[in-house]
């Protein structure tokens, strides 16, 4: 049994982790300052700190605990996830995506009584930017083009610093299109499936941005939490990341498409304009994810929209 602080645990993908870890018998605490988060996303019991991580005492009291005695770890997932935000928020969500990572990877160098511990954190797709080598691997170049994207390359920097510099094993996961049940359906901020399935399911028309030709690899989240959980038994030194994709395309057009048919209702598609900054082709290589771990990310597309539609 251990002891691990989650970040942005109240929040989708932390939610599913946590339920992981409390099944495999860990004691787990969150720091999430509920900005898109719920506690209810979370079972009784789970003790949550409210504030913000880039707030470097409130990261430091959420690693110590009541008793002092720090964790054996922590997976740090909070961040304001989501393109659009960060270009119309630009400094406040670098604070607490890049910011906040720097105070996560501080605190496990300092806090705790036994010395540094591992810092498991989410990266993004959006590293990639308009890089056009498909299936991107990890060695591909990084050109970001959001906000958002540029403070996840910035949080791989400065974990090769926490690594090199402070003794704070790391790995980053670049996770690419995450989906599954408990992503907010009634948030602008959300993700394409969350907005378009609960808008179907509502019999809501859908907007698709641009001519929704634009392709997304699409993860399930039930898949994903299972690396994070390995890397934490295992932490490599030189501040490895990992992209955690499935390999397969699907355009927008089609996931619209699929979720009408699999809901049964008729799809009311209308189409606005592209967003800024929006990236066309996004198609990971999980050849290093699957070398690492020794699984793929392996629930069919149409398999995990249906246990989302369930969910709603
Ligand atoms: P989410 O919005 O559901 O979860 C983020 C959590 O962080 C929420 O609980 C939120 O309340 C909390 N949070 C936000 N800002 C905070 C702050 N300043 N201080 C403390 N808590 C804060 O989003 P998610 O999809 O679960 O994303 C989790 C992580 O995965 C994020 O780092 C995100 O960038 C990353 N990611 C997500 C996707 C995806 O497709 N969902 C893809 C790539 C990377
Ligand atoms: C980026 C990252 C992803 C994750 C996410 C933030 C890439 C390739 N992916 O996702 O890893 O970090 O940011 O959580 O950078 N769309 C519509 N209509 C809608 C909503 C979305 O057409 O109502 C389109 C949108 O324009 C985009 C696609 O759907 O082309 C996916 O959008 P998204 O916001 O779900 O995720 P994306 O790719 O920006």
């Excluded at 506690?39 to 409130?58: I, K, M, S, Y």
């Excluded at 590293?127 to 959001?146: C, F, H, I, K, W």
């Excluded at 090199?164 to 992503?183: D, E, I, K, L, S």
């Excluded at 994903?224 to 490895?240: C, D, I, N, S």
Aim: aromatic share 6%; charged share 20%.
């Amino acid at each position: 049994m251990a002891r691990y602080l989650v970040t942005g645990g109240c929040g989708f993908i932390g939610s599913h982790l946590i339920e992981r870890l409390l099944a495999a018998g860990h004691k787990v605490r969150v720091l999430d300052d509920l900005s898109t988060g719920k506690r209810e996303n979370l079972p009784d019991g789970v003790p949550v700190t409210v504030g913000d991580v880039a707030d470097a005492d409130a990261v430091r009291v959420a690693m110590a605990g009541e008793d002092g005695e720090g964790v054996d770890g922590c997976f740090h997932l909070a961040a304001v996830a989501s393109v659009d935000r960060s270009r119309e928020a630009w400094l406040e969500t670098h604070h607490a995506n890049l910011s906040g990572t720097i105070a996560v990877f501080d605190a496990a160098r300092s806090t705790n009584p036994a010395g540094p511990v591992p810092v498991i954190y989410a990266s993004s797709a959006a590293v990639y930017g308009d890089n056009p080598d498909m299936p991107l691997t990890e060695d591909a170049a990084t050109r970001p083009l959001s906000a958002y994207g540029a403070d996840k390359l910035g949080c791989e920097l400065h974990a090769r610093v926490a690594d090199g510099v402070h003794g704070v094993p790391t790995a980053g996961f670049r996770f690419f299109n995450v989906y599954g049940p408990r992503q907010d359906p009634k948030s602008p901020y959300s993700g394409v499936i969350s907005i378009f399935a609960g808008r179907i399911a509502r019999g809501e028309p859908i907007t698709v941005n641009g001519d929704g030709e634009q392709v997304r690899d699409f993860i399930f989240v039930k898949d994903l939490v299972r690396y994070l959980t390995a890397a934490m038994g295992h932490p490599q030194p030189g501040a490895p990341v990992y992209n955690v994709c499935t390999g397969r395309p699907t355009s927008v057009n089609r996931l619209a498409e699929v979720l009408a048919d699999l809901s049964g209702r008729p799809l009311d598609r209308r189409y606005g304009p592209a967003r800024p900054g929006d990236i066309r082709t996004s198609i990971g290589d999980p050849t290093r994810l699957v070398a690492a771990f020794g699984m793929s990310c392996d629930t069919p597309l149409e398999d995990g929209l249906r246990q989302t539609l369930a969910w709603l």
